[in-house]
């Protein structure tokens, strides 16, 4: 999370001063650096993004209407974030939701995995 805080900090000094190529350029790298450093923290981006306050913060959830994510497949977690964003799944909750987590899904269902 530190390589990313550092990253757009660059991206946004950069971006008013640069041109496009150079921009797409430091975006490229941004994005592989930023996907390396996510892989490992799943469980921060979980809890800084705010899921546990309904999920729980190990993925129990905190109401009746909340579904437990704890020990579910990582593949079916994957699976339904990204029907929240394409819509394909609707529930307005989780279409706001997931549009957070992009890039983010195969970490926070890996780390919900294990619990
Ligand atoms: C305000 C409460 C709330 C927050 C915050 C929230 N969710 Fe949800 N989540 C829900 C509800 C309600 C559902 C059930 C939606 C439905 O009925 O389709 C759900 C469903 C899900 C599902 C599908 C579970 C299943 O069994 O199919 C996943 C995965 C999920 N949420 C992950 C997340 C993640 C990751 C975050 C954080 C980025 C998050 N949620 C934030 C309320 C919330």
Known sequence: MRVYGVLNAIITFNFLDIGEIAMKKILLVATVLTMGS?????????TNLGCAACHGATGISV?????????QKSAYTVKQLK???????KDATMNAMAALV???EQAIADFLATQ
């Open 63 to 71: 109401a009746p209407t909340y579904p437990n994510l704890a020990g």
């Open 102 to 104: 992009a890039g983010k």
């Open 83 to 89: 029907d929240f964003q394409s819509g394909a799944r």
């Open 38 to 46: 996510v892989q490992a923290d799943g469980k921060a981006d979980y």
